[in-house]
């Protein structure tokens, strides 16, 4: 079992950025792919980020290609995603989730029903 707990969210004004960590229990952390999903209200679930167990393979939606970044720390059990140049539409709230299905972040890391385990949400405001 793993339980994934959120932070960093809040508002922020266009142009600017939030850190949103995820804090993992359980000693099997290194064996899950990390990713980072949103929802907007009426609108379904979006993949944003994952980055692979080994840290060496990560994948972005392309509205946030040059603007987000995920990263993990295996020692510390943390995944933090990295949010610059926030826009309005970038709100939502994002969830972190994990998988120990596959270890590399390709095309399934981007399908949220393969994910096993989902934080609570934390939401990410961006006003104009």
């Known amino acids: 079992q793993v339980q994934l707990v959120e932070s960093g969210g809040g508002l922020v004004q266009a142009g600017g950025s939030l850190r949103l960590s995820c804090a993992a229990s359980?000693?099997?952390?290194?064996?899950?792919?990390m990713a980072w999903f949103r929802q907007a209200p009426g609108k379904e679930r979006e993949f944003v980020a994952a980055i692979g167990a080994s840290a060496d393979s990560t994948g972005y939606t392309d509205s946030v290609k040059g603007r987000f970044t995920i990263s993990r720390d295996n020692a510390k059990n943390t995944n933090r995603l990295e949010m610059n140049s926030l826009k309005p539409e970038d709100t939502a709230v994002y969830y972190c989730a994990a998988t120990s299905a596959f270890s590399y972040a390709g095309t399934s890391a981007r399908n949220y029903r393969n994910y096993d385990y989902w934080g609570q949400g934390t939401q990410v405001t961006v006003s104009s």
């Open positions: 359980g000693r099997t952390f290194m064996r899950y792919t």
